[in-house]
């Protein structure tokens, strides 16, 4: 190994004056070099950077909330205006519901007025209590008369939720399986109409020969208006032969194993006295008198005078 003189008079080595200069100049010359250009060039001090990256945040966080609150504001504003819209849509709702009820009800009173009168008039001769026994008749079988008597009621019912699917809460939702449909309702409607009923209705709607049941949604309606569950089915007629048909009928066993599938509630029971309203009568549009005049008989038919014998004797 080479060795040079010491500064003391003795031999140092290489090694030794290598390890001496690392140790000596602990910060790289570049990097020395760079530090001096920037404190040359005027570089703001570490404490100066701090404060402004401190101040950088405060106004970003400033900013944020005031964003957070012009958002919430506007939310809760527009929460507040769409309560307002839909307070003012109930309102109108109520209003035209209460208009369209008295209407109906003057409708009701006038139609009375009309039949009280009608009835008056043709009871003054046996050719009009004749027209009134067959108005009877066809307003009957029309569902514009009221109807009342015993007979059967049927009820059918939505299945109750399962409440083992929130054992916490205790109840669960509704299987859209287990709903009553229109055609559960048809199917009770066409099997007491087979079993002999005079009149039907559901939840108080009597039922005609138009009337419809239809599924809109998830509301089922009985001449375009709603009817909600439970479904009552009234039939007046005799109850122990609607009974009878009506459970012997293949309609009801279908039923049956829908009710039993799904959970609905599928009952029925004879009553000593139903109650059915008038229901909603055509829009008379045109009328034409029927004539209560002899047809005609041909001429051949009728005896010529020449023909006709002489009354009296030996002429």
Do not use: C, H
Request: glycine content about 10%; proline content about 7%; aromatic content about 4%.
């Amino acid at each position: 190994m080479t060795s040079t003189p010491r500064r003391g008079g003795g031999p140092r080595s290489l090694g030794a004056s290598l390890l001496d200069q690392v140790l000596a100049e602990t910060l790289d010359p570049a990097y020395e070099r760079r530090a001096r250009a920037r404190a040359a060039a005027g570089a703001a001090p570490a404490p100066f950077r701090r404060r402004g990256g401190q101040v950088a945040v405060a106004l970003v966080t400033a900013v944020a909330g005031v964003l957070a609150a012009v958002t919430y504001g506007g939310a809760a504003a527009g929460a507040q205006g769409r309560e307002q819209v839909r307070a003012a849509l109930v309102g109108d709702v109520e209003t035209e519901s209460a208009t369209t009820d008295a209407l109906a009800a003057d409708l009701e009173r006038l139609r009375a007025d009309v039949a009280a009168t009608r009835d008056d008039a043709l009871a003054s001769s046996a050719v009009g209590q004749r027209a009134l026994d067959e108005l009877a008749d066809a307003e009957l079988a029309a569902a514009v008369a009221p109807v009342s008597g015993p007979g059967l009621l049927v009820t059918l019912a939505d299945a109750e939720p399962d409440a083992d699917a929130d054992p916490v809460g205790g109840a669960g939702e509704a299987d859209p399986r287990g709903l009553v449909r229109d055609g559960d309702l048809q199917l009770v409607v066409n099997a007491l109409w087979a079993a002999g009923a005079e009149a039907v209705g559901v939840n108080g709607q009597q039922l005609g020969p138009t009337s419809a049941i239809r599924f809109a949604g998830e509301a089922v309606l009985v001449d375009f208006r709603p009817v909600t569950n439970p479904y009552l089915v009234s039939a007046v007629g005799d109850p122990e032969t609607l009974r009878s048909r009506f459970l012997a009928s293949p309609e009801v066993g279908a039923l049956a194993v829908i009710s039993k599938t799904y959970r609905l509630r599928f009952e029925f029971a004879q009553e000593d006295e139903l109650s059915l309203p008038a229901g909603s009568s055509r829009e008379l549009r045109s009328a034409a008198p029927v004539s209560e005049e002899p047809a005609a008989l041909p001429s051949a038919a009728l005896p010529s005078a020449s023909a006709a014998p002489d009354p009296t004797p030996g002429g």
